[in-house]
T-cell receptor, first 115, second 116 residues
Framework: DAGVTQSPTHLIKTRGQQVTLRCSPK?????VSWYQQALGQGPQFIFQ???????QRGNFPDRFSGHQFPNYSSELNVNALLLGDSALYLC??????????????FGEGSRLTVL | AQSVAQPEDQVNVAEGNPLTVKCTYS??????LFWYVQYPNRGLQFLLK??????LVKGSYGFEAEFNKSQTSFHLKKPSALVSDSALYFC??????????????FGTGTKLQVIP
């Protein structure tokens, strides 16, 4: 049973560029959440997708956007990259909403470096 | 909004000694509390959760946590620390967001260093 998979694992971009990160949830999960973890910090909630719609959003600017596909996989897009966007981006999946007690299953993350 | 606080940036403990990593919470209503562990350059792994029932919750790798409602605490414990327990530990709380959808909010993390 495959867990949560994320790609790419590492990438380097320059300021002003755009990036797309991808996530496939654990089998049987339909809810995907994205987190940003800066070096030495705790994960910060970006947004959550369920049934292909953004259901909740954290305190992140509109440069951060996402998408969920019918197979429950998800993308995180960041436009007009800033140096401060350098971080580990974590995808987490969870059980269907009605039985969601909050336990999250995380991928290994995508390490983004903005130069 | 719900929140958790981890007052210690780092905890050092000798191998074989008991360990405690502290967490306090602020919630309205019944809390759903969690502990996660993160090894270097890895994602987070779920350790244990408290939803309801016994105040002492047992989890993975011999860890347990004690829920204390009067002190609003949810401290992580282990009777005998291993060097391999050295990692970053996060306390988390389920937060009731908009539209009834839940999100999980994490603390700032505590680095556990087990000294051989």
């Amino acid at each position: 049973d495959a867990g949560v998979t994320q790609s790419p694992t590492h990438l380097i971009k320059t300021r002003g560029q755009q990036v797309t990160l991808r996530c496939s949830p654990k089998s049987g999960h339909d809810t995907v959440s994205w987190y940003q973890q800066a070096l030495g910090q705790g994960p910060q909630f970006i947004f959550q997708y369920y049934e292909e719609e953004e259901r909740q959003r954290g305190n992140f600017p509109d440069r951060f956007s996402g998408h969920q596909f019918p197979n429950y996989s998800s993308e995180l897009n960041v436009n007009a990259l800033l140096l401060g966007d350098s971080a580990l981006y974590l995808c987490a999946s969870s059980f269907p909403g009605g039985s969601n007690t909050g336990e999250l299953f995380f991928g290994e993350g995508s390490r983004l470096t903005v130069l | 909004a719900q929140s958790v606080a981890q007052p210690e940036d780092q905890v050092n403990v000798a191998e074989g000694n008991p360990l405690t990593v502290k967490c306090t919470y602020s919630v309205s209503g019944n809390p759903y509390l969690f502990w996660y562990v993160q090894y270097p350059n890895r994602g987070l792994q779920f350790l244990l959760k408290y939803i309801t029932g016994d105040n002492l919750v047992k989890g993975s790798y011999g860890f347990e946590a004690e829920f204390n409602k009067s002190q609003t605490s949810f401290h992580l414990k282990k009777p005998s620390a291993l060097v391999s327990d050295s990692a970053l530990y996060f306390c988390a709380v389920r937060d009731k967001g908009s539209g009834g959808y839940q999100k999980v909010t994490f603390g700032t993390g505590t680095k556990l260093q087990v000294i051989p």
